[in-house]
T-cell receptor, first 113, second 109 residues
Framework: EADIYQTPRYLVIGTGKKITLECSQT?????MYWYQQDPGMELHLIHY???????EKGDLSSESTVSRIRTEHFPLTLESARPSHTSQYLC????????????FGQGTRLTVV | GQQVMQIPQYQHVQEGEDFTTYCNSS?????IQWYKQRPGGHPVFLIQ?????EVKKQKRLTFQFGEAKKNSSLHITATQTTDVGTYFC?????????FGTGTRLQVFP
């Protein structure tokens, strides 16, 4: 069982609200990732981090921001939620190195109304 | 940017039939990983291939990495209903882990 946790699992929120999606892992992994996935569709990388104080944007442009103040914590924030942000957000982590697998959290299903 | 495409997008098979999904990258990969995502679940790691031309087997699943390290395939022999889900390849050219477009497999009993 992977030790990576996301909260909340489900969130319904009104347009214009600020939200933070939490992701924590207890495996000491340096690399962490955020993916956006619509139901049954592909995973789009929106943010990643090499380690503390290191964050990069992924290939899919996103209005969200991330921070990495602690190794185990990689929260994602939307300053002003819109209906177009409705999606599933998956957090993943892996150890530094060539041959390391990614472990995923259970995901947060976000609905903006 | 790096693109990883998979075909087919969907595949419906009768239980017992074979299934293959193909993964193609626009750039050379240092390695390729395969993940399975059950409906309503999150991706779970299956296997990693590193060497050019490498072939690995896991019971009924056979994974292959192309000679040029730009393509890969996953073959399932005699599918079962438990094989239902979306299969993703994932390539790593730098520290980014880019997932393929996925192939959704449906198995009818």
């Amino acid at each position: 069982e992977a030790d990576i946790y996301q909260t909340p699992r489900y969130l319904v929120i009104g347009t214009g609200k600020k939200i933070t999606l939490e992701c924590s892992q207890t495996m000491g992994h340096d690399k962490m990732y955020w993916y956006q996935q619509d139901p049954g569709m592909e995973l789009h990388l929106i943010h990643y981090s090499y380690g503390v104080n290191s964050t990069e944007k992924g290939d899919l442009s996103s209005e969200s921001t991330v921070s990495r103040i602690r190794t185990e914590h990689f929260p994602l924030t939307l300053e002003s939620a819109r209906p177009s942000h409705t999606s599933q957000y998956l957090c993943a982590s892996r150890k530094t190195g060539m041959s390391t697998e990614a472990f995923f959290g259970q995901g947060t299903r976000l609905t903006v109304v | 940017g790096q693109q990883v495409m998979q075909i087919p997008q969907y595949q419906h098979v009768q239980e017992g039939e074979d299934f293959t999904t193909y993964c193609n990258s626009s750039t050379t990969l240092s390695n390729i990983q395969w993940y399975k995502q059950r409906p309503g679940g999150h991706p779970v790691f299956l296997i990693q291939l590193v060497k050019s031309g490498e072939v690995k087997k896991q019971k009924r699943l056979t994974f292959q990495f192309g000679e040029a390290k730009k393509n890969s395939s996953l073959h399932i022999t005699a599918t079962q209903t438990t094989d239902v889900g979306t299969y993703f390849c994932a390539g790593r050219a730098t520290d980014k882990l880019i997932f393929g477009t996925g192939t959704r497999l449906q198995v009818f009993p």
